[in-house]
């Protein structure tokens, strides 16, 4: 009798309550979220210990698991604070523990001995004996550092066959190593090792002085141009075209050690050379998979429900395939739809990060892609064809809309708007936490679906 291959899972990251469900609605398979002070997302994370155990309650209710982060590098402060917290998790159903600390395992074993407990990536667990040793500890499973390549990863299953492997599949790629960075507290103070990263990776840098002798010089030029706007069209234009390439520079410096050169490119917003792109694996799923993988994970705990939604769907198009064993034609078919849905939400451009063996891109323009569509409001309720809608961005009748469903887009006119008062609006707007009614002209829209602006053909 041939052993039946394990299922693999889609972990979805959870800022919120909120999004949690949204998680869910499109396709994870677990979740994980956590407090903002212990779990490595300081800021924009709204989970309270009362959030929790409702959550717990709704992914247990749908079949589904939620792991709990304690992944942060604590210090003595912190471990008064984390023991009150297990002994709150043992009142509630939790599947797992992701923690990076050992003081916080030793803590976990005292209060909760039977946990299962996930290493996280914060541990940058990069080769098969570090593995071994987490196992032997008894951790269930370690959450691979974005470093290791896809061979590193099947030499580390083959190693340490019995440990169950999870990795990142999509999403923002930290600079430093698996997210061990000083520089948030280097330079304004707040630690990233304690959650509460400021992202000076993604800031555009300049060299001061030449930026201000040249934003002398261009004030100077600029006042002589206005001078002479009377006197030549011509020398205007010319005069106009210097300085526009004056804002634009190159800098080459060297690595110190190796004397590596490396060019950087500055214009008028400075230069990003911080700034990495985003994974994006979804092409290497049965790779990842072949090589010992069983948790695909995405981050993104700091995004919002429309970011997680459309990332969780197109993924699980493609995992479906791939764990039906759907034919080529199939698989191609997802992966373009699939493809196309990630290409839809804001990005730093894509990268494939580490698994193939190179350094990953980064993006030194500091440029965001992906905006031909955009999240006007979550799909509260419906009845019959008027959508009660929490509403994000502006929202007008004449808009060309979508109903963005778990498994397809449905495209929609409006036909009217309404305010909770039941008058007729000429538009909605976000901000101030009401709701609308909007009348479209279909039916059968479910729950946790999100409207969605497309741009025109």
Not at 48 to 77: C, P, Q, W
């Amino acid at each position: 009798m041939t052993k039946k291959s394990q299922k693999i899972e889609l972990l979805a990251p959870a800022g919120s309550l909120e999004k949690l469900k949204y998680a869910i609605n499109y396709g994870a398979d677990a979740v994980y979220c956590g407090l903002p002070s212990i779990s490595m997302r300081a800021r924009i994370n709204a989970f309270s210990e009362a959030d929790l155990k409702m959550a717990s309650e709704f992914v247990h209710t749908r079949g589904k698991k939620i792991y709990v982060t304690l992944n942060i590098y604590a210090h003595n402060y912190h471990l008064p604070i984390i023991e009150k917290h297990l002994k709150f998790l043992k009142t509630i159903s939790i599947d797992a523990l992701i923690i990076s600390d050992p003081g916080i395992i030793m803590l976990v074993r005292k209060h909760l001995p039977k946990m299962p407990i996930h290493l996280s990536t914060q541990a940058n667990t990069t080769n098969w004996q570090a593995a071994k040793f987490w196992f032997e500890q008894g951790v269930e499973r370690v959450v691979l550092a974005r470093e290791v390549t896809l061979e590193d990863i099947a030499e580390i299953k083959k190693k340490v066959p019995k440990l169950e492997l999870e990795y990142f599949v999509h999403g923002a790629m930290c600079m430093s190593y698996s997210g061990r960075c000083i520089l948030s507290k280097w330079m304004n103070n707040k630690s990233a090792n304690l959650g509460d990263c400021t992202q000076p990776c993604r800031w555009g840098y300049r060299e001061t002085r030449n930026v201000e002798r040249e934003t002398w010089n261009a004030k100077n030029e600029m006042q002589k141009v206005e001078c002479e706007i009377q006197n030549s069209k011509q020398t205007l234009e010319s005069k106009i075209e210097n300085l526009e390439s004056a804002q634009y520079k190159t800098m080459e410096i060297a690595e110190v050690q190796s004397g590596r050169p490396v060019l950087l490119e500055e214009d008028c917003h400075g230069t990003y050379f911080f700034n990495s792109k985003d994974l994006n694996l979804l092409s290497h799923l049965q790779e990842l998979k072949n090589a010992g993988v069983s948790s695909f994970k995405i981050e993104g705990r700091n995004k919002s429900a429309f970011y997680v939604a459309s990332v969780m769907r197109a993924y699980r198009k493609v995992l479906d395939v791939l764990e039906n064993k759907g034919s080529a034609s199939e698989m191609k078919k997802a992966s373009k739809w699939a493809n196309g849905e990630l290409d839809k939400t804001v990005n730093r451009g894509y990268t494939k990060g580490f698994l193939l063996g190179s350094e990953p891109e980064h993006n030194f323009a500091g440029e965001m892609v992906g905006k031909n569509s955009q999240s006007v409001g979550e799909i509260i309720s419906a009845t019959g064809k008027i959508l009660k809608v929490k509403v994000h961005n502006a929202l007008y009748p004449t808009d060309l809309v979508e109903i963005m469903a778990r498994d397809r887009n449905i495209p929609v006119k409006i036909l009217e708007i309404r305010n909770e008062l039941g008058e007729l609006v000429v538009s909605a707007h976000g901000g101030h936490g009401s709701l609308y009614f909007v009348t479209i002209n279909k039916k059968n829209i479910e729950a946790y679906s999100l409207l969605r602006k497309v741009a025109e053909k």
